[in-house]
């Protein structure tokens, strides 16, 4: 049983990761109607980012996050405005691939400015609590916090989406383009702000890992799957599914070594978003915005 909670906590933080990077899909897919293969790339960037923040000021680790978040908004911006802006009009096909040459373009930009050595936000060991009464399960401070502030960001994203006239905008364009169009909403704002946030959580998610485990040009590039299953799993282009296939995902992977090599997480993954696609391709929240 302690094992079994171990591996649910291990899961939680994962799926956290995971749910981070899944809302930002899910929302640019429901908006602009195309995979983003770039989001595990801009994950990576936004971890390296974080990481110059604090090492050029003497911060700790946890200052990454905010730096990431901003630096990734504004990529994202960039990035559209100069490469997606150019070629929305054309079939999503074409977005898809010109995503992917980005994801290139940026994991190429990584190793050169980075180098393609491991790296860490901090050196040395961090003590996990010991939680007697929970059967002696061990719970790392950051694990704590990297859960805790997903979940704020969460609540935040569903506030928006939820209590502001742009989130709203953004649910009826992602329900209905043609309609919402029609009615008069702000489309290039929209799009703009769908940037943002998918940007900031890509660099969250990325701070997250990162401080997790160690920082490497690939670290984005081998979380996507993870990531594309949740979205997937959740109904792609519904955030609010996305949240719970990061943590189903996450969960899933991590109880999963229980009867399988650790090596073997991300064929688990993999084998439910082919399951997913076959049995049921429009996702466990088929309705929900």
């Given at each position: 049983m302690t094992d079994i909670l171990q591996l649910l906590i291990y899961g939680l933080v994962l799926g956290s990761v995971l749910t981070m990077g899944a809302i930002g899909v899910s929302m640019i897919?429901?908006?602009?109607?195309?995979?983003?293969?770039?989001?595990g790339d801009f994950m990576t960037l936004g971890?390296?980012?974080?990481?110059s923040?604090?090492?050029?000021?003497?911060?700790?680790?946890?200052?990454?996050?905010?730096?990431?978040?901003?630096?990734m908004a504004v990529i994202a911006v960039f990035i559209d405005q100069v490469l997606y802006r150019r070629i929305r009009r054309t079939q999503p096909v074409i977005l898809l691939i010109a995503s992917f040459g980005m994801?290139?373009?940026?994991?190429?930009?990584?190793?050169?400015?980075?180098?393609?050595?491991?790296?860490?936000?901090?050196?040395?060991?961090?003590f996990?609590?010991?939680?007697?009464?929970?059967g002696g399960m061990r719970l790392k401070p950051d694990h704590l916090w990297i859960m805790l502030i997903s979940l704020g960001l969460?609540?935040?994203?569903?506030?928006?989406?939820?209590?502001?006239?742009?989130?709203?905008?953004?649910?009826?364009?992602?329900d209905n383009m043609d309609l919402a169009l029609i009615s008069g909403i702000p489309a290039e704002?929209?799009?703009?702000?769908?940037?943002?946030?998918?940007?900031?959580?890509?660099?969250?998610?990325?701070?997250f890992l990162g401080i997790d485990t160690r920082l490497h040009p690939v670290m984005g590039w081998t979380t996507l799957l993870p990531v594309f299953a949740?979205?997937?799993?959740?109904?792609?282009?519904?955030?609010?599914?996305?949240?719970?296939?990061?943590m189903i995902i996450g969960v899933s992977m991590e109880m999963s070594t229980l009867l399988i090599p650790a090596a073997y997480k991300p064929a688990v993954a993999f084998a439910i978003m082919v399951g997913m696609l076959i049995l049921r391709p429009q996702g466990i929240f088929k309705g929900t915005v």
């Open positions: 897919f429901g908006i602009l109607r195309f995979a983003h293969f770039a989001h971890a390296y980012l974080g990481l923040f604090i090492s050029a000021f003497g911060l700790s680790s946890w200052w990454a996050l905010p730096a990431a978040m901003v630096g994801a290139l373009i940026l994991r190429s930009l990584v190793q050169l400015i980075w180098g393609s050595d491991n790296q860490t936000y901090t050196s040395g060991i961090q996990p609590w010991q939680l007697d009464w929970l969460v609540a935040g994203v569903h506030l928006f989406l939820t209590r502001t006239r742009l989130g709203k905008a953004m649910r009826a364009m992602s704002r929209v799009i703009m702000v769908t940037w943002v946030i998918g940007g900031a959580l890509a660099g969250a998610a990325g701070v949740a979205a997937i799993l959740g109904g792609i282009g519904r955030p609010y599914g996305a949240i719970a296939g990061g």
